[in-house]
């Protein structure tokens, strides 16, 4: 068993819109944040992780430096779709587990704006120089909304509909029900994108995007930025007691990719690589589900999240449409589920999203998260897919004091 | 009859017998929609076309509503298990897109349509599956 390493300090900004501002700006503020509520400086920092999808080609991180301190040290910026957050973390983590460095900072950012359906733009139907075959389908034109949607909202109220067609008591009320709690969840985080709790009926009766995944079902585009200082258990016993107190122990840090199945040929698959990450993470940090007393999950649609109930062993096989309909995953439940207000109401900028799952933990766990505090929390979980598929999941413990 | 042409390399349209073709891996019977490097459920390189069956199961659906400017909505959506094996993402057509008519589990089989044309007259046939 390896030393463990520990969440020093995070922040996030409160996600929305920031149209004056870059993905600079917003990383280097969300850095110093980090590093101030950590007790540090750029200047303690053996490593920087930083992750940011649509400028992945573009060294966001050493543009940060050249903000908040050029010190030398290496940065890897990281792509790996809605887990790019998540994945950054990963890597300042396991640098550190490696002994290369003993302190890191890991930075989360995205800047979307109003970008509308994710996943793929349809291609003209008509081709006035003649059908020519490309791509590994050897297709002559776009086959989106021909041959079935590959957008998000679509892909994942199939992924919805296909556990809908294996368990009896799941259908478009559970779902609703999902986004409906994450809604009102929402109301006590001051730093959510949104903070409007809609009632059960309005979630169903909104415009209809995806059957069954309504407006209010889907989480938002926006922009955003989260940051996590990571350090060495040694380098933390040498820190001043109050920062000791605060530290949350990373307990598992996992990352899974899909194995093959037949249907994720065709349909991305988002349990099974969730399932195996859950496992191995329960079992690196010797917990299981019953001792998590919050999860942040990926409801980037409502139907995502009633499938993670069972993906993350929150619920028993079949049991997901009875876990939302009895409240267990509601603030006050057995087992609070985004409480944050989820990718749905908090917002999902999608570099920002796997660190911003840390920061709303670590805050629950140290007892700082004010109004929406989960009471006695001491242990809970992170979780995100990025489709593709990439699934990271972290569990945190609150340090034994 | 003008020229055609099927949408997608896997849609053999055979005259009035059009299916669907799957490179299968000879090791381990995976299939495969795409053009194939190597297997990727147990690696094997050799591949053999395979003809899929046009009947199978709805076992997934969604109801799309929004869409990009140029796709006609609303549309249903799905994943179908083929008889005999195969999994495939397409539309269900012929059926009201309406969740008290497009059922899980609903039987379908294949049905091709003109899906465009290009300035030299060639029609682009795309295929979906219709209620059986």
Partial sequence: MSEPVWILGVSMLKFGRYPDKDVVDLGSEAALNAMTDAGVTIHDMGVMGVGCLYESNAMVGQRIQKQIGQTGIPVYNVANACATGASALRTVILTIKSGEADMGLAIGVEQMGKMGLLGGAARARTDEEGYERSGRYGAVMGTEGILGTNLMPGVFAQAGMEYANKYDGVGFEQFAKVAEKNHRHSELNP????????SLE??????????????????????????????????????????QKRAVKVAAS????????????????????????????????????????????????????????????????????????????????????????????????????????VFEVTTHLRGEAGDRQVEGARVGMTHVIGLGSACSIHILERAAT | MGKQISMVDYLVLDGDHPHLVANECTSCGATYWDRRVACAKCGGTSFRKKGMSSEGEVISFSIVHRAAPNVPTPYVSAVIHLDGGGAVKANVVDVEPDPGRVQLGMRVKLKTFPAGQDGQGTEAVAFGFAPA
Wanted: glycine share 10%; aromatic share 6%; with cysteine.
């Fill in chain 1, 254 to 357: 996992v990352l899974t990719s899909d194995p093959w199945t037949e249907d994720g040929q065709v349909q991305p698959d988002v349990n099974t690589l969730t399932r195996n990450a859950a496992d191995k993470a329960y079992e690196l940090a010797g917990v299981g589900p019953q001792d998590l007393n919050l999860v942040e999950l990926h409801d980037c649609f409502a139907t995502a999240e009633l499938l993670h109930y069972q993906n993350l062993r929150l619920c028993e096989d079949g049991g997901a449409g009875e876990f939302i309909d009895s409240g267990a995953p509601r603030r006050d439940g057995r087992t609070p589920v985004n409480v944050s207000g989820g990718l749905i109401s908090k917002g999902h900028p999608l570099g920002a999203t796997g660190i911003a799952n």
């Fill in chain 1, 191 to 198: 730093l959510a994108q949104y903070q409007k709790v809609f």
């Fill in chain 1, 202 to 243: 309005e979630v169903m009766g909104a415009p209809m995007i995806s059957y069954p995944n309504t407006l209010l079902m889907c989480c938002p585009t926006g922009d955003g930025a989260a940051a996590a200082v990571v350090v060495s258990d040694a380098k933390l016993k040498t820190l001043s007691i109050e920062q």
